[in-house]
DNA sequence: CTGAAAGCGCTAACAG
DNA sequence: CTGTTAGCGCTTTCAG
C-alpha cells in the first residue's frame, strides 16, 4: 500500500485537492463544513505531506546547508552546528550538512552538490576558498561565512579577535605580570595554507599590551614555528609542550604565559606538570577559544569563543536574506571575553623561581 | 534569467530530454553525435541538474536523517556525525540533520519533518524514546539506533561496554593494584530518565575484575551519587571532583581509580591536583571514552569510544538497509579499546603516602 | 467559497 | 538509437 497522497484525502473527504490544500496551509476560503469533512479525512487516513513535492513546486526548499572542514572533534565546530540547527529550527528551516574536509576541491563539490539541491542558502563553517563561496552567490544562493571572511559579497559572522586577546594580556597585566611569553599557532609544514591571520590578529595584541606598557616585546618571550601536523586530535598539543619547555629555557624570568588556543595551553600545562612547575602558583596561563578548558587540572583561564551564537548568528542571518530576497553582505560581530578560572594569579616576585609546591596542600 | 532545465539542454543540442538525460545518466544508447552534442550544450549552458525534481520523480531522496540529542559540544557525539557523513558521502547519500534535544517530543518532531522530507533513512544518536523508533519504521524508512536499543525492530549499533570496562580494570590489575577506586556516573536529579545502563555495565566490570582475583569490592572504594546537573558542560566534571575527594577520605589504602567517564576523571584529577597528589606517581587513574583524554595533565589514560567508526558504521548500515529494500534488523557491534597514556603506573606498596612529587623533575 | 487544470523539472516506459 | 508521453505529489491561478 503506498502511501496517501493529497488526491486520496480528497477523494475520501469528498472535496478537491485544492481544498484540502486550502485547509492544509490555513489559505483561502474554506466553508466550515468542508474544513470539517477533510480534518475528519486528514486524521483517518494517515496522510504525510510530501515535502518533496512542495519543494518542486512551489521551487524553495526551506533548507540550508552547512559546510564544515572536518573536525567536529573539534568542541568549537559541533557548538556551531548546534547554534545553527537551533536558529534553523526555529523558523522551520532544516539543516543540510557536509564535510568539505579542509579541501577546496571537496568544498566545491559540496557547493555543487548543495546547488543541485536547490537549497536556498549556505552558511560556510570557515571557508576554504573564496571562489567556492562566489560559486553559491552567481548561483543566486545566499551566503554566510563564519570566522573567516574570503568573499567580500557574502555576509559575514566574526569575532574580533585582537579585542579579545586584548582583554587577556590587559588581565596578566593586572594581576602585576610583565614578563609574559606567547605560544603561538603551530603551522604544519605540509601546508601553505595562507597561515590565517587570526592567530596573528591575537599576536598583535600581545605585542601592542606589552608596549602599552613599556615593556619591551623580546624574541625570547616568543614562541612561533612549524610543526608537522599531528595524527590524531586537531594539531597543537604537542607543539604546545614544545614551546613551553623552550620559553622555560629561553626565558627564566617568565612569570605568565598567553597561548594562542586552548590546545597549545593544554600542551603547555603538560610540560608544565612533567618539570614539577605549579600553575598559577609559579606560572600563570591563559588560552584561548574556552573548549575544554573547563576540564583541565586547573581549570583554565581562557577566552571563550561564542561559537554557538555564531551557528546561531549565521543561520539567522541567512534565514533574513533569504526572506529578504536581498543578495545583501551584511557583517555580525560576536564578542569573545574573558573566562577567569584557576590557571591566573597575581605575579609574585620570584617567578618560577620559589620551590616546587608553593600553595599545594598535602593529602591528609 | 532563470535557471537551465533540461529541456533548454536539448532545445540547444537539437535533441530531447530523454537524450539527455541519457547522457546525463549514462544509461540507454546514445549515439556518438548525439552524445557530443548534448555536452557541448551542457557546457555552454551552465546548466545543473535539480535534484528536487528527480527525487520527486524517482520517489527517493538518497539523503539520511541523523537526529541528535543535544550536545555536539560534546566530542563524542561529534566524531559520529562526522563518520556518519563520511559513510554517507561515499555512496553519494546526504545528511539532514536535527536536534531532538534529548526530549521525546521533539524526537518525534523531529521524525515527522524527516518522514515529510521522504528521507530514506534514520539514523538516532542514541534514541530518546522507542515509539520514535518505531514512527519510522512504521513509514516504511530504515532505520538505527547508535549506542543504546530502544526498538528491538530497528538496527543497531552498539559498543560492548562490559568488555571495554574489563579491558581497562585488567590493565590496573595488571599494573599490581588491588586497592581500585570507582568514581560513577552522576545522575542528575531533576531526571528520572531511566538511568541509562551503560554506567551499570561498566562498574560490572569493576566489580567482576575484582572478585576474579579475590579483593572484596567494598563500599569504601565506590562512590555513586546524585547531582544536579552542571549550567555549561555535560555535567560530571564537579561531581568527579567530589567523588574523588570522597573517595581519599574513606579509603585511605588506595592506588588508582577507575572512572566512569573522561569527565568524572578530569573532575577527579582536578581534585588531586588541588591537594597536590601526582598522578601516576601517587595515585593511577583511568577514565572512559577518549574524548579529551589527550588534552589532560598528564594525558589520561582511557578506553577509546570507536565514535567515528559507529557513526560510519551506522550510516552504511543503514544505506545496505536501503539498497536491499529490507527492514531487517541486524546489530553492528563496534570494540572500545584501551589506550595507554601516562595516568596508569604500577602500583608501588605505599601507595599515595609518599612524598609529594616522588617523580617530579625540577625545573631548571 | 470551490474545482479544474496547468505545470514545477525530471525519468522511464514505450513505440518508433 | 531516439523522441513522445505520462506522470511523481503538490500549489495556485482562473473560472465558476
Not at 623552550?246 to 624570568?253: F, I, K, S, Y
Not at 534565514?319 to 569573545?336: N, T
Request: net charge neutral.
Amino acid at each position: 500500500m503506498r502511501e496517501a497522497r493529497l488526491k486520496d484525502v480528497a477523494a475520501l473527504a469528498g472535496v478537491s485537492t485544492a481544498t484540502v490544500s486550502r485547509v492544509l496551509h490555513g489559505n483561502g476560503y474554506v466553508s466550515a463544513r468542508a474544513r470539517e469533512r477533510v480534518e475528519a479525512a486528514l486524521r483517518d487516513s494517515s496522510y504525510r505531506l510530501n515535502a518533496v513535492a512542495q519543494e518542486l513546486r512551489r521551487q524553495k526548499t526551506i533548507t540550508i546547508g552547512l559546510i564544515l572542514h572536518g573536525d567536529l572533534s573539534n568542541p568549537f565546530v559541533g557548538e556551531i552546528v548546534i547554534g545553527a540547527e537551533q536558529a534553523a529550527a526555529e523558523h522551520g528551516f532544516t539543516l543540510l550538512f557536509l564535510n568539505a574536509h579542509g579541501n577546496p576541491g571537496q568544498e566545491r563539490e559540496c557547493v555543487e552538490t548543495l546547488l543541485k539541491r536547490r537549497i536556498d542558502g549556505i552558511i560556510f563553517t570557515t571557508a576554504v576558498h573564496g571562489k567556492n563561496v562566489s560559486l553559491a552567490l552567481d548561483a543566486g544562493v545566499r551566503a554566510v561565512e563564519i570566522e573567516r571572511r574570503l568573499c567580500a559579497a557574502a555576509s559575514a559572522v566574526v569575532v574580533d579577535n585582537h579585542a579579545a586577546a586584548t582583554e587577556a594580556m590587559r588581565h596578566l597585566v593586572s594581576l602585576g605580570h610583565r614578563e609574559i611569553g606567547f605560544l603561538g599557532e603551530p603551522f604544519p609544514h605540509d601546508s601553505d595554507n595562507d597561515a590565517t591571520d587570526i592567530p596573528k590578529e591575537r599576536f598583535r595584541a600581545y605585542r601592542d599590551v606589552l608596549r602599552e606598557c613599556g615593556q619591551v616585546v623580546g624574541n625570547s618571550h616568543i614562541v612561533l614555528g612549524h610543526y608537522p601536523r599531528e595524527r590524531g586530535g586537531w594539531g597543537g598539543l604537542e607543539a604546545g609542550a614544545a614551546y613551553m619547555r623552550r620559553l622555560l629555557r629561553q626565558a627564566p624570568g617568565l612569570t605568565a604565559v598567553f597561548a594562542v588556543s586552548d590546545l597549545v595551553a593544554a600542551g603547555a600545562m603538560q610540560a608544565l606538570y612533567a618539570e614539577g612547575i605549579r600553575v598559577p602558583e609559579q606560572l600563570s596561563i591563559i588560552g584561548f577559544d574556552d573548549t575544554f578548558a573547563r576540564y583541565l587540572a586547573p581549570p583554565l583561564t581562557t577566552i571563550r569563543q561564542p561559537m554557538f551564537d555564531m551557528g546561531y548568528k549565521a543561520a539567522s542571518l541567512a534565514i533574513s536574506l533569504i526572506a529578504e530576497d536581498a543578495p545583501g553582505s551584511s557583517v555580525e560581530f560576536c564578542q569573545a571575553r574573558l573566562v577567569i578560572r584557576e590557571t591566573t594569579a597575581p605575579a609574585r616576585a620570584a617567578g618560577r623561581s620559589r620551590p616546587a609546591h608553593g600553595a599545594g596542600r598535602t593529602p591528609h
